[in-house]
């Protein structure tokens, strides 16, 4: 089975601008998180989504959003974005929801803002 | 605060020393993950726990839920462990994960 596919793996933007990240899960399941990692926060959660639902989501600005495809694909949405979003988004996948399960992540976009 | 806590944050091993790493949580979990980053940013997921202890080659991780810590063993290390541990858990509300702030290990040949 593939893994977890994420696209683009590195992306440099400037302020005010926006950006699209997405992320494949492996093929069956029906889970996507996102996660943002930076240095000073470490790993943090942002949102969660099954079958094309948010289910849960993290203590960040509307700025961050995100949606679902039938095809369980994931697309996260960064707003007018700042200095600070410069980050490591990482996605993960697994098949159920809402209980405890092993993720599996995908490699990452490695985004910087200028 | 947070919810998860890792020590320590930085480990320096000789290879073939035995090592542990810490993790104290303060909610209520369903689950506590164990997972390993290496430079370059991905993450792989070593262990998933809610009760006892699992073994995997040389990786042991053990939990205990009374007294809400856990803790990651590594037998016989090798340069190759060289990495960042996490610990995380899943709340007992919902299924996103609240993570340590990690334990880099470094193991000199």
């Known amino acids: 089975k593939a893994g977890v596919t994420q696209t683009p793996r590195y992306l440099i933007k400037t302020r005010g601008q926006q950006v699209t990240l997405s992320c494949s899960p492996i093929?069956?399941?029906?889970?996507v998180s996102w996660y943002q990692q930076t240095p000073g926060q470490g790993l943090q959660f942002l949102f969660e989504y099954f079958s094309e639902t948010q289910r849960n989501k993290g203590n960040f600005p509307g700025r961050f959003s995100g949606r679902q495809f039938s095809n369980s694909r994931s697309e996260m949405n960064v707003s007018t974005l700042e200095l600070g979003d410069s980050a490591l988004y990482l996605c993960a996948s697994g098949r159920l929801a809402g209980g405890p399960e092993t993720q599996y992540f995908g490699p990452g976009t490695r985004l910087l803002v200028l | 605060k947070n919810e998860v806590e890792q020590s320590p944050q930085n480990l320096t091993a000789q290879e073939g020393e035995f090592i542990t790493i810490n993790c104290s949580y303060s909610v209520g979990i369903s689950a506590l993950h164990w997972l390993q980053q290496h430079p370059g940013g991905g993450i792989v997921s070593l262990f998933m726990l809610s009760s006892g202890k699992k073994k995997h080659g040389r990786l042991i991780a053990t939990i205990n839920i009374q007294e809400k810590h856990s803790s990651l063993h590594i037998t016989a290390s090798h340069p190759r462990d060289s990495a960042v541990y996490i610990c995380?858990?899943?709340?007992?509300?919902?299924?996103?994960?609240?993570f340590g702030t990690g334990t880099s290990l470094t193991v000199i040949p």
């Open positions: 093929s069956g399941h029906r889970s």
């Open positions: 995380a858990v899943n709340p007992n509300t919902g299924n996103q994960f609240y």
